[in-house]
Structure formats: C-alpha cells, structure tokens
C-alpha cells in the first residue's frame, strides 16, 4: 500500500534558508542543502525548495542549491517559487528536481501546466495555490503569495488543473497558515472531494497531532510543514512515529 | 566501469549522482564501445515506451543491449525496466527488448486508486534475488509510473501492491528490472544499487 507522505519545506532567499511567517518578517537563516539533508536522515518522503527570491541571480543561487542537494541526498526533491515558463521547467529538472511546482504563474498562464505536463509529463507538475475563506461559504483563489485576490472559485479552479494534466496539487490555506492550529480540515477536504490527483495539505501546523488529524480526516496523500521543522519544534521521526500510532501508514 | 546508457530521455544524473556518491565509476554513454567494455550497464527512462525505443533504435544501440545484457549485470529502471519486456501498450503496441518474456499494459488497480502511482510504497517479496541482499520484506521505495510490466512470476523478485498486485522488481539471468526508482529510495535506493554495482 503506498505510504502518506512527510514533507519538510525549505523557504530559500538568494540561495539561503528563511522561514516566514504569512510571507512576512523572512529572517535569513542556514545552508539549505545542509537542512536537505538532515531531512532526509529524519526520513523525509520527499523535499521542496520554495525560492521566496524571484530575481534571475536569486534563481541561479536556487539552481545551484538544487544540483548540491541532488549529489547528497537520495529521495524527491520539489522545487517551486517564480517558476513562469517551461524553459524555468526544464532548468530545474536538468539542475535535478524531481517535480517543479507552480503558482502564480499557473493562474496568469494555465497552459503552462497543460504544456509542461506534455513535455516532461504529470509526475513532475505540482501546481501550488493560496486560497482562502470569501465570507460567503466559499473558498477564493489568490495570487503574489496571496497579494492578488483572483476572484475565482477554488473548486473550478482545482478541477481545471487536474484536467490540464497536472500530476499533483498543493494545497495552502491562508486562513490557516501561520495560525499553528491545525491544517485547513474543510479546505482540504473540499478540494479532495473535487479532484482524483494527491493532494498536499499546507499552511498551519502547529502540534504533533495536527498532521495525523489532516490525514485521517481528509484523503490528503501527504502533509507538508516548513518552520516546525525549521525550528527543530518537531522532527519527520516525531511525526511518523505518531502518525503510525495512529495506524496511518508511513514509510 | 558502470555505463548508464544515454538514449536522449530519462533521468540520468540522479543515477550517475547516486553512483558517484556510493563511489562507483560510472560514465553516460552513448557509444557503442562504452556500451560493450563496461562490466555493468544501466538503463535509465523516463517517458513513454514507443519514444524511448525509437530513441534506442535510432542511436543504434538495440542489438548491442541485447547481446551485452546477457553477458553482464544489467539494470533497467522504471521505463528501462519496462522496455527489458516483450511488449507494450503505451499509446499504442511497441515492440520491447524482449529479455524478460512479458507485457507492459496501463495499470487498472482496484478501488478508487489515482493513477499515476506515485509515492512510497512497500516491496513484498517473492523469488528473492541479489538486488535484494540485506534489504528487508516490507521495505519501503519510490515509485511513480502509470503503466507496469505483466510477466511470468518465475521472473518476479518482489511485487507491491497498489489496488491489486504490481510487478516491482524482476530478474532473469544477469538482467535485473526495478519499476521504482532506487537512486531516488533514500538508503535503501542506494543498499540496491551497491548490491548491483558488487554482482
């Protein structure tokens, strides 16, 4: 049976870790391919580089930072952050992603995803989104790291993605990140309900039991966390170790 | 020498990576002479069959595979294990390599499964062979693939389940076969690749 995935996030700047909080006071931090592999002695599923930079030097640090970590460690590596064309596609595979996610860029452009998925196809298409509660019982998607209100609907907004061929979805709910109370269990579950491809669940851990209430109450396939690991609050180790008391299954 | 044969597709630097870092010599190659003078070969893939095998036939490099995989330990991975196989289904009917007898068909897992399988999932053992050399049942490796290999079960060292049986790992003779990907399975990924490199 195919496990549920532990997913530590490192938030890199010009080619360093930050942690932010509601993309707001970043504060420079470590190495990241340092971080990406004590990540993977914990026993991460998988890893995601998310370039908060967006200038071309800033890229090019993040590319770096991608080929050192692909010569040290051996499990998925996910990177995302001003991803805008398939040439931004093919680099970082080539650097040695794994799978490239999109945000943004997907929403001003989303045959972006249709294309990338053609060319290097759906397992290594993860589109991001930011959305967040309208007032009105539904959810909205946003852009610019939630700047950009894009007045559209979550549930139109997912299924698209999906039948444009994307092979996965990460899913932040902005009502919940940066809270550490919990992940978004009703967004996620809206989403899961609307789309047959993973999705992971981002934006509010906090506890240890956070991330097996999202897996139990929701057919999320994995969780995702950047600053209870960044801050060593929890380890990957703590957390499966829960999870399999839980008797959700993790490798 | 390791040669990690380069047809145009696939992943080959988290092979050639993997490789490096254990501290085999490795090389990707194309030529012919690098595909007959090396003690190993690995055939990496990512992709679709019908592509890939073009890509093989155009380099050349068919004949050569199949008379030097059975002369030496040799390793194809997720499509490179597919293309090991007679046949396969994959937009269409391609013919294979023809080392291991069986077919590659899109998967139909039982229950609401998502197709592609991709994540982590577990190996169950079944004719154990020397890839698996200090590993253990249940170990957990990576996968991510749509279509999978259906063959004789004389040929399959382990299977994992995804809404029903999926050949995970063949063997037959010096030709080994691993629908996960081992450079990307964390230590264990990397326990098999020593096991292959030390045949």
Redesign the interface.
Known sequence: ???K?IIPCLDVRNGKVVKGVNFEGIRDVGDPVEYAEEY?RQGA?EIVFYDITASAEGRGLMLDVVRET???V???LCVGGGIGSINDFRETL?A?A?KVSVNSQALTNPDLISEAAKIF???CVVVGIDAKRDGNGGYTVYRNGGRINMNLELGEWVKEIEERGA??ICLNSMDADGTREGFDIEMLDYVCSKV???VIASGGAGKLEHFSNALIQTDC??VLAASLFHFKELTIEQVKSDCRKNGILV? | MITIIDYGAGNLFSVHNALEYLGYENKISCEPEDIIGADRLILPGVGAFGDAMDKLKKAGLVDIIKQEAIKKPFLGICLGMQMLFEKSYEFGEYEGLGLIPGEVKLMEPEGNLVIPQMGWNSLEYNHRCAILKDIDNGTYVYFVHSYAAKCPDEFVSAYSNYGGKVTALVNKGTVYGAQFHPEKSGEIGLQMLKNFAEL
Request: cysteine-free; aromatic content about 4%; charged content about 30%.
């Open positions: 049976m195919l496990a995935r993977n599923d692909a010569k040290r051996f499990v998925p080539r040695g794994d196809g759906s397992q092979g996965e047959n491809i993973p396939s994995a490798r």
